[in-house]
């Protein structure tokens, strides 16, 4: 049995404010909640409507009913378990060849989504701005389908970062060049704006140069695509050579 | 006023069968409404909490409250205006050169996705097999972020369709023909499987070939892309040649 205060402290992580006072993020769903033991995560402890399934003696699981699991869980239809996991407490990181920066990217479904094709074609970090959305929140650790597991994910100040990294910092924007024709730095960090408003124009003084995914149908209407889907279509292309 | 009559079917609307009933579909907002009046999709009236700001005098525009528009929207937080348009009642298509078809995509959000991605990349013609979800769905017809005027999309059997067309047919799965090194045909079908289950069996029966994305990513467990991103990073590659 879940007590009130467990499962009001529990409810109070879908806020970035009570993950850091707890130092406690949730992981729904056996299949992510397995991921976890082949990372760095720490997990406090497992709550699962069928234990067995987990098949688990390093970590504490209680046996919670249906109705308990549905007053814990933040997703519609929730699944067989959560894990209460410890934040990870980053201290240094160094830069890696070929990483994403992103520029207050806002809603979590896309810094999920990035986050998965990043783990897709093996970008091991990204570095985020202060004011993106926290990867702990819950939409995000969901949409990541369990890559944030195998990706790092760190959040700095972007002016002060970018004035010193040794990546070649290329942004995107709706008329750079031609990411048909751009030729990759071996050593790369792709910066990705806000929804709404694109890049900073104090993180866009910082580039040397903007790529571009040219538009192919004529209608000047069409929107532009939206942050992931660009991201996917500029690295499907970074990696072609 | 709405009579309740009135509100009764619009709501009725996100229901294929009531679409079907009625000839009639919804599109939300200004933007995407503005496009209808550059298309073929007929407008039967506006329902606008503003109407001066559509500033249209060839279509009926009834001034509705804010309340109203919430009763009628299908939307978390409606816009301005709702449109209500005429289903068009296509007879007779034929094949374009470069073309997408959907083998049982089930989830509003990915058909809206794909629309956009193939407006984006001048694709005009997506063909559906017929358990395809329908791209009259509200929630479909805002995701194409009004793409949908300017892709035609057609719903057939699939199995009749594919043993007959011209076009090479190329599908899309987890073992297929490195993207990077597929040579595109000129004439191209590029099928696209189920969220879940992929293509069906008796579909890829008639595919003489097919592609994939290679992973770059060294972790087993990653999971394989989402449909909608497979679709855009595959015409990012199939469009650099």
Same mark, same amino acid.
């Not at 991921?35 to 970590?59: G, H, M």
């Not at 031609?178 to 709404?196: A, D, Q, R, V």
């Not at 993180?203 to 538009?215: A, H, Q």
């Given at each position: 049995?879940?007590?009130?205060?467990?499962?009001?402290?529990?409810?109070?992580?879908?806020?970035?404010?009570?993950?850091?006072?707890? =130092?406690?993020?949730?992981?729904?769903? =056996?299949?992510?909640?397995?991921? !976890?033991?082949?990372?760095?995560?720490?997990?406090?402890?497992?709550?699962?409507?069928?234990?067995?399934?987990?098949?688990?003696?390093?970590?504490?699981?209680?046996?919670?009913?249906?109705?308990?699991?549905?007053?814990?869980?933040?997703?519609?239809?929730?699944?067989?378990?959560?894990?209460?996991?410890? !934040?990870?407490?980053?201290?240094?990181?160094?830069?890696?060849?070929?990483?994403?920066?992103?520029? +207050?990217?806002?809603?979590?479904?896309?810094? +999920?989504?990035?986050?998965?094709?990043?783990?897709?074609?093996?970008?091991?970090?990204?570095?985020?701005?202060?004011?993106?959305?926290?990867?702990?929140?819950?939409? *995000?650790?969901?949409?990541? $389908?369990?890559?944030?597991?195998?990706?790092?994910? *760190?959040?700095?100040? !972007?002016?002060?970062?970018?004035?010193?990294?040794?990546?070649?910092?290329?942004?995107?924007? $709706?008329?750079?060049?031609?990411?048909?024709?751009?030729?990759?730095?071996?050593?790369?960090?792709?910066?990705?704006?806000?929804?709404?408003?694109? $890049?900073?124009?104090?993180?866009?003084?910082?580039?040397?140069?903007?790529?571009?995914?040219?538009?192919?149908?004529?209608?000047?209407?069409?929107?532009?695509?939206?942050?992931? $889907?660009?991201?996917?279509?500029?690295?499907?292309? !970074?990696?072609?050579?």
């Amino acid at each position: 049995m879940l007590t009130a205060h467990t499962i009001k402290v529990l409810q109070s992580l879908d806020k970035k404010k009570f993950r850091q006072k707890y =130092n406690l993020f949730l992981v729904e769903g =056996n299949k992510i909640i397995c991921e !976890l033991f082949n990372s760095n995560f720490k997990v406090k402890e497992i709550l699962s409507t069928d234990p067995q399934k987990l098949d688990r003696t390093d970590v504490p699981i209680t046996h919670i009913s249906e109705n308990e699991l549905k007053k814990i869980s933040f997703l519609k239809t929730p699944k067989d378990s959560v894990a209460v996991c410890y !934040l990870d407490q980053q201290e240094t990181w160094a830069d890696k060849k070929v990483q994403l920066v992103l520029d +207050g990217i806002q809603d979590p479904g896309n810094l +999920g989504t990035i986050i998965r094709l990043a783990d897709w074609f093996g970008i091991e970090q990204i570095i985020c701005s202060e004011d993106t959305v926290d990867f702990y929140n819950p939409k *995000v650790i969901q949409a990541t $389908m369990g890559s944030f597991t195998r990706v790092n994910i *760190v959040y700095t100040d !972007l002016v002060e970062y970018l004035s010193k990294t040794e990546n070649v910092n290329i942004g995107t924007d $709706m008329d750079g060049e031609n990411i048909y024709t751009f030729e990759k730095p071996e050593k790369i960090n792709l910066i990705l704006g806000n929804e709404g408003n694109g $890049m900073r124009p104090e993180t866009e003084k910082l580039l040397p140069k903007c790529i571009s995914i040219p538009r192919f149908g004529k209608s000047q209407s069409t929107e532009s695509l939206n942050v992931s $889907m660009a991201a996917g279509i500029i690295l499907g292309q !970074l990696f072609s050579k």
